[in-house]
């Protein structure tokens, strides 16, 4: 069986992942650019390594922990929970597995109140009971804001942790992301926190294809037109497949949330942590501040620190950045020196969450990509395994 793929993001590499584990081999990958990896790449500069947008593997994602092998990734773990800098006050919200000082520190200066807390324990238990499937069968569709505001939480709890954690993993300010993403991604962030592979997170595509093999992909490869049969590429070729699978978003129909993400280096630490660090001030342009190195050294060679910076939207000019930063962190940032800004306009997608998901052809075409199914790393590899197993069954 002749199987054509169109698109090496992670998506497509899964679909091919799951094709050759089940002995199907005759597989060509287009892919448009240079690369593979799509929305997930790491980029080497001056000796840093830097991710094309702050992203994390979150280990406890159910599809990941099917295919890849995380000890090659040789995965670096950011601290449990997260330190909140709001005003001139760092709040601690640590992980009680942290151990009892962290509990303590969280419980007695930790965001919200003792009501608010009490809430969190009862959302942590009752999700750590609930399937992932149960999380998505819910047919009750409210954004975020709406399932937090009903819990029971704060104002001041939603405003000083839920709004700057979730700014920062939606990448949209208002929390109206379906709550299903809220559960399932607070569900798997308080099952094994977040991580990123030593060398950068473009080592998962990375080691998809070093199992696919690189010779499968046909890079600098932009399809053009397709059909059930038939792929037709800007060269000018026409190949025919058995099977066509369209993994990235040809359509254009889906829209995307923007972010803008800097990296700067500097000598010294602002301050010693491995927590994601976000900022709570009202008037914010930036959501968090994360010590990549201090998490993964390799980050950052010759004695030098790498700090990331993330805020939604885009911000060209990086000075937009920097009284936030100030207010942060202080004068010293003046010494702090830009490596590098990704204006991402396309970076997670607006998911309408009424219309399932199905990985069976249509028009005889099969489709996959986060756009479709769910705007995260385990969204993407589980549309790329549903479709290669639709195409196993056809077999
Ligand atoms: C800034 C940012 C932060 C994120 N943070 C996280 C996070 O912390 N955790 C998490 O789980 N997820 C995160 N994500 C989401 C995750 O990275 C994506 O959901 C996932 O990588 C999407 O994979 P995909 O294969 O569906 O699509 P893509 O990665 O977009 O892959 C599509 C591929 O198709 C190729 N292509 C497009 N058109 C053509 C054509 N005409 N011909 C040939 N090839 C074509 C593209 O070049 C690309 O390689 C983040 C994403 C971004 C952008």
Known sequence: MKIGIIGAGLA?????WYLKKNDIHDITIFESSGEVGGKLKTAQ??????DRGFQ??????????????YKKLDLQAFSKGSLIFKGNKKIPFYDPENGLSALIQTV???PGSLVDKLLLLKLKLTLSNTHVERIFENKNRISSMAYLQAYGFSGRMIQDFWVPFYQGVFLENTLETDSSMLLFTFKMFAESGAAVPKNGMMAIPQQLVDYIGKDKIRFNSKVLHYNQSAI???EGKEEKFDKVIVACNLKEDTTYHAVTNSYFETDKLPINTKHI???ANRNRTINNVVLLSNVAPNYAQNGKHLISVSANGIHPEPTEFINDLIGLFGQEVKQWKLVQTYLIKESLPKINYEISYSAAAQDGVFYCGDHLIQGSING????????????????
């Open 380 to 395: 993407a590899m589980e549309s790329g395994r549903r479709t290669a197993e639709e195409i196993l069954k056809a077999v």
């Open 108 to 110: 007695i200066f930790g």
């Open 45 to 50: 500069l001056n000796g840093f390594l830097l």
């Open 56 to 69: 994390v593997l979150l280990p406890a994602y159910p599809e990941t922990k099917k295919v890849l092998d």
């Open 12 to 16: 497509g590499l899964t679909c091919a």
């Open 232 to 234: 037709c590429t800007d």
């Open 277 to 279: 660090i976000l900022n």
